[in-house]
């Protein structure tokens, strides 16, 4: 795999409950076997009506949300609560949105955004006879590191993890603990062509090495199991 072509789909409506997320992305570009599709979790949250309604003058009206999704609180620093989510996500406000949500809403993640990225691979297969892997994005921040990134938080059609561990390295020598997180390096260069800002809830990246497709899922492969946690 020596490039990658990364380009937002342009053209997508405003997205609200029961909305056929895979019907619009196939009308708005044109997929090709193996692309991957990245798709933000806020549309995926709209289009499953995980809409909550809050109190639109209160800054804090989202709290109670974020208490009754989280399963643990880790910290609480002010407003800022991180916690972990039923998922096994650790994340700030349990994934609870305010951004490009309308006023007086907030957007929950997915219930199983493992799930959501299977209906909407499934959706592309029966509506354009392609086979694609398909990547719920969301925003985390990260430990000892400023500022934040999209990972997956769903995937369908593509192994999270491109797991290294016995093969050689450049020298020659044997890794030993290397397992890389391809889903979320996936989700982070779409993002780069979706912007936080610019409208474009999803992103398709093509030329990813076929090696990579195949099933797998980011509840189960990706999140670390709290007795290997060093941290938990």
């Not at 342009?10 to 990245?38: F, N």
């Not at 620093?77 to 809403?105: P, Q, W």
Request: net charge negative; aromatic share 4%; charged share 30%.
């Amino acid at each position: 795999m020596d490039t990658l072509e990364i380009f937002g789909v342009a053209g997508l409506p405003e997205i609200g409950p029961g909305d056929d997320l895979a019907g619009l992305i196939v009308d708005a570009c044109a997929l090709r076997q193996r692309d991957v599709v990245v798709v933000t979790q806020k549309i995926v949250s709209k289009a499953e009506d995980r809409l909550e309604a809050i109190d639109p003058s209160d800054p804090l009206g989202h709290k109670p949300l974020v208490e009754r999704e989280s399963v643990r609180v880790l910290r609480r620093r002010g407003e800022l609560i991180i916690s972990e989510t039923e998922h096994g996500f650790v994340c700030a406000n349990a994934g609870i949105d305010l951004s490009n949500v309308e006023k007086g809403y907030a957007a929950l993640l997915p219930v199983d955004s493992d799930r959501s990225a299977r209906r909407i691979r499934d959706g592309i297969r029966g509506r354009a006879g392609v086979e694609v892997a398909v990547i719920v994005s969301d925003t985390f921040g990260r430990p000892w590191r400023r500022g934040v990134t999209d990972v997956a938080i769903g995937c369908a059609g593509i192994r999270p993890i491109l797991d290294l561990r016995g093969a050689p390295d450049a020298l020659g020598r044997e890794m030993q603990v290397t397992e890389v997180a391809v889903v979320d390096e996936l989700a982070a260069a779409a993002e780069l062509v979706m912007g936080k800002a610019s409208g474009l809830p999803v992103g398709v990246i093509r030329g990813v090495d076929p090696g990579w497709f195949g099933p797998g899922s980011v509840a189960e492969d990706l999140v670390r199991a709290p007795a290997d946690d060093l941290f938990r």
